[in-house]
């Protein structure tokens, strides 16, 4: 995977639950970057949740939305993204995802990712009779696409948020390598 674009757009990826608004927020305020998390824009534009808009137009004219969404939101400059667990069903989403900036992937166990979700009513794909059935499957079908564009890949499993921030921070860090200047004075 490319190197050295740390400077620019931060994007994460991974299944529902697996902390991408959270860490992704966290990360931005840290950074110094803007934060926008492409559900949250959808629903924006749209006025409605994603569950409504799953019921009412269904689930491809929603992923359009989101294709249109992160059209958009790449061509920023340091921003933090945190996409929809399904972005990477694209692969025109991949291609943009993979060339506008530095991909993580957050990995969370289908235990942890159940806990985390199962308050919620606005993940539509999750209201199911098994839902674990239904994030296994997930899991099996996308894991492969998030690994085929992530830059960075981090369990974020019985972790504290601002740890996982500073992971992150320093494996970033360590990607972009030291700045010219640096390694000039430590190798004259
Ligand atoms: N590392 C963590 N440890 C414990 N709880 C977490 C962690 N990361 C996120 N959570 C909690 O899990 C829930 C889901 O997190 P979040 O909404 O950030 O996931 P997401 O990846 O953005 O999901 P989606 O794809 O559905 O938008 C939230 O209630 C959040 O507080
Ligand atoms: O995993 C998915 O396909 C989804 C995840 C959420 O972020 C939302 O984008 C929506 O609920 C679909
Ligand atoms: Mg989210």
Redesign the pocket.
């Known amino acids: 995977m490319p190197t050295m674009k740390l400077a620019g757009n931060l994007f994460l990826v991974g299944?529902?639950g697996a902390g991408?608004t959270t860490v992704g927020r966290a990360l931005a305020r840290r950074s110094g970057k803007t934060f926008y998390d492409?559900?949250y824009e959808?629903e924006q534009r749209t006025g409605v949740r994603?569950?409504t808009i799953?019921d009412i137009e269904g689930?491809r004219r929603?992923r359009e939305r989101?294709t249109q969404v992160i059209t958009e939101l790449v061509q920023q400059q340091d921003i933090v993204l945190g996409?929809?667990?399904?972005?990477i069903?694209s692969p025109l989403n991949r291609q943009l995802l993979a060339r506008h900036g530095t991909v993580i992937y957050l990995r969370a166990s289908i235990d942890d990712i159940l806990t985390r979700t199962q308050h919620c009513t606005?993940?539509?794909?999750l209201q199911t009779a098994d839902p674990r059935a239904k994030l296994e499957a997930?899991f099996t079908e996308?894991d492969p696409l998030y690994r085929e564009i992530a830059d960075i890949v981090i369990d974020t499993s019985q972790q504290n948020v601002n740890l996982l921030v500073c992971q992150l921070e320093e494996r970033l860090a360590r990607l972009q390598g030291p700045p010219p200047e640096a390694s000039k004075h430590e190798n004259p």
Do not use: C, Q, V
């Open positions: 299944l529902m991408k492409s559900d959808i994603i569950a799953f689930e929603f989101e996409t929809g667990g399904g972005a069903l606005n993940r539509p794909l997930l996308r």
